[in-house]
């Protein structure tokens, strides 16, 4: 595709820039995405698994929630394990019937990929040296491997590490940022659920979660030194970490299984204000990171490309700018609201190095709290299902 032109050109092909790409060409604007790794890495990549209502409605209603909806499973409570017990939070009936979807994020990008090619839509992968210019013009450039390609406007949707962020002058951005102390070491493993619905576990050796894939699969994480290396972990030490986290008086015991896939994840909080630059528009991570504990970084992303479509469509469509002027101020809206909440699920549920048992207490204290106050749990309800 030498030196062609586009109107929205697309930098990374993960949930926002794949979604993005395809609510545009819902509404008949071309695009193309262009993506440094290949289509086998990025439909491979295991990452989170919780979809908020809203993201599957989008999905159902732009038409490419059908595997999702055969084969993800809705849930309509978490569990919040505490002192050897859980608790069910039942989030639908606290949230006014919302719920919430468990379906893997590289199954997402499977489905949108699929779609965007069955529609002749473009994406090009294992792009090297892609760079931006003439973001202040009305035709900028994304120069790539030796190409370039031209374009009314520019969708930065490359993630934490891509390039789309650092091209904005640092005059011209604020970075807020939050690192903890901790990591989560997540597994995957052949086994049958455990439990009906997630748990969120609270202990003094730290945080545990237990969560789920399809009937065979089960997905586990507990904390850990971020900067632990999975090498250190043969299976038997992590199904006795796993005992010893969630074991309880309840007699509640984690089913083990033939461990297949090992990873250490870092935890930041992370936001970049505006989300705007000249005709650059960043989204999902590109723009803002949560540590998982809420489940809301697919859930983010999702909404900053709704957001962002529809106000291209109203630039193509209507001549209007106003939304793209407030796609920044709106983005962010959602996106501090999700920081805030991911930041206090992290905060009560896991083991920070310099808590004194006074802090614990104050946890624990904070948990049952949730547990018997209707209207606390709602908060909790509310945030979750998004
Ligand atoms: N050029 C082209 N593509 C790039 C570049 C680059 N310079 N740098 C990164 N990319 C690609 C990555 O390979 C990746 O496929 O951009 C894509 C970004 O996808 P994600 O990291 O999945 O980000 P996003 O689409 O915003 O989705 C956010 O991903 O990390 C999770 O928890 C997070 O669920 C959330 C979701
Ligand atoms: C997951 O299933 O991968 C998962 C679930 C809940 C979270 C984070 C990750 O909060």
């Avoid at 995405?33 to 409605?57: H, K, P, Y």
């Avoid at 991911?342 to 104050?362: A, C, E, G, N, V």
Wanted: aromatic share 10%.
């Amino acid at each position: 595709m030498k030196n062609s032109k586009t109107q929205v050109a697309i930098i990374g092909a993960g949930p926002a820039g794949l979604l993005l790409s395809h609510l545009l060409h819902l509404a008949g604007i071309d695009s193309v995405v262009l993506e440094s790794r290949s289509r086998e890495e990025i439909e491979s990549t295991i990452r989170a698994g919780v979809l908020e209502q809203g993201t599957v409605d989008l999905l159902t209603q732009s038409g490419v929630g059908e595997r999702m909806k055969r084969e993800g499973f809705v849930h309509h409570g978490i569990y919040l394990r505490f002192n050897g017990h859980s608790h069910r939070i039942p989030l639908s009936e606290l949230s006014g019937g919302r719920s919430i979807m468990v379906y893997a994020q590289h199954e997402v990008i499977k489905d949108l990929v699929k779609a965007r090619l069955d529609a002749g839509g473009k994406i090009v992968f294992g792009v090297r040296d892609v760079r931006l210019e003439g973001l202040d013009s009305d035709s900028p450039r994304i120069h790539f491997n030796q190409d370039f390609l031209s374009c009314d406007f520019v969708a930065g949707c490359d993630g934490f590490h891509g390039i789309s962020r650092p091209t904005i002058p640092a005059a011209s951005r604020t970075d807020f940022k939050r690192n903890y102390p901790f990591g989560w070491f997540g597994i995957l493993v052949e086994a049958p659920p455990a439990t009906d619905e997630l748990i969120y576990a609270h202990h003094e050796r730290g945080f545990a979660l237990v969560s789920t894939r399809s009937p065979t699969i089960q997905r586990l994480y507990f904390q850990c030194d971020p900067k632990d290396d999975v090498n250190n972990w043969p299976d038997s030490r992590i199904w006795e970490e796993l005992h010893a986290r969630l074991a309880g008086p309840d007699g509640w015991k984690i089913t083990e299984g033939r461990i297949f896939q090992k990873g250490i994840i870092a935890m930041r909080s992370f936001v970049t204000e505006p989300m705007r630059y000249g005709r650059l528009f960043l989204a999902g991570d590109a723009a803002h990171i949560v540590p998982p504990t809420g489940a809301k970084g697919l859930n983010l992303a999702v909404n900053d490309v709704r957001v962002l479509s529809q106000a291209l469509v109203s630039f193509y469509e209507k001549k209007s700018e106003d939304g793209l002027k407030d796609y920044s101020t709106t983005a962010l809206k959602r996106v501090w609201r999700a920081e805030y909440f991911s930041w206090w699920m992290t905060s009560m549920l896991h083991r920070f190095p310099d808590d004194s048992p006074f802090q614990h207490r104050i946890q624990l204290a904070e948990l049952d709290y949730i547990v018997h106050s209707r209207a606390k749990a709602v908060t909790l309800a509310e945030n979750y299902t998004g």
